[in-house]
T-cell receptor, first 115, second 114 residues
Framework: DTGVSQDPRHKITKRGQNVTFRCDPI?????LYWYRQTLGQGPEFLTY????????KSRLLSDRFSAERPKGSFSTLEIQRTEQGDSAMYLC?????????????FGNGTRLTVT | GQQLNQSPQSMFIQEGEDVSMNCTSS?????WLWYKQDPGEGPVLLIA?????ELTSNGRLTAQFGITRKDSFLNISASIPSDVGIYFC??????????????FGKGTRLSVIA
């Protein structure tokens, strides 16, 4: 399977704990995106990387959230001091920027439940 | 910021019927994309549109990029049970550094009655 891979698929944590998610993009893709999706909504943009550089962060990405892509390949998204409002599906997507055309390909997400 | 209005929110149709859904934006987009999401999975790209007026098909699916660049529609012909799911439209701008992040609609939930 050469698609976008996310781990874990599900995470249940208690409020106040830290969690970290991993995303492995499609290997030749140079852009990696994190989105958050809550029930009944479309995905909402959080942040994206081109290679190892984090180029844009949404206002949704509070200071408790941090994302890294240290070698321009896989990425991690960490949430510190989780709150119940952080419960959502966290989606990773990747694309290859070429000639302005770069449709996103999504992984199956990590569903976070904060109790 | 950009907002996408997707309609209808949900549809119940008989197997074999045609389906039409659309998306409008408060801003002009350079790219329109349509995705389908099944429960517990990530969105899967169905069709990508890059030029105003463009009409593109993918099997029984047909999508068009509106000439005003503020709307798009998706048609599904002869629906089958596996068409069940949530369909999202998404749009993006083109800027010097590439494309802006995708903005998504809230989805159209499609149910097919056999």
């Amino acid at each position: 399977d050469t698609g976008v891979s996310q781990d874990p698929r599900h995470k249940i944590t208690k409020r106040g704990q830290n969690v970290t998610f991993r995303c492995d993009p499609i290997s030749e893709h140079n852009r990696l995106y994190w989105y958050r999706q809550t029930l009944g909504q479309g995905p909402e943009f959080l942040t994206y990387f081109q290679n190892e550089a984090q180029l844009e962060k949404s206002r949704l990405l509070s200071d408790r959230f941090s994302a890294e892509r240290p070698k321009g390949s896989f990425s991690t998204l960490e949430i510190q001091r989780t709150e119940q409002g952080d419960s959502a599906m966290y989606l990773c997507a990747s694309s290859f920027l070429r000639d302005w055309i770069s449709p996103l390909h999504f992984g199956n997400g990590t569903r976070l439940t904060v109790t | 910021g950009q907002q996408l209005n997707q309609s209808p929110q949900s549809m119940f149709i008989q197997e074999g019927e045609d389906v039409s859904m659309n998306c409008t934006s408060s801003s002009i987009f350079n790219t329109w994309l349509w995705y389908k999401q099944d429960p517990g999975e990530g969105p899967v790209l169905l069709i990508a549109l890059y030029k105003a007026g463009e009409l593109t098909s993918n099997g029984r699916l047909t999508a068009q990029f509106g000439i005003t660049r503020k709307d798009s529609f998706l048609n599904i012909s002869a629906s089958i049970p596996s068409d069940v799911g949530i369909y999202f439209c998404a749009g993006q701008y083109r800027v010097n550094s590439g494309n802006t992040p995708l903005v998504f609609g809230k989805g159209t939930r499609l149910s097919v009655i056999a």
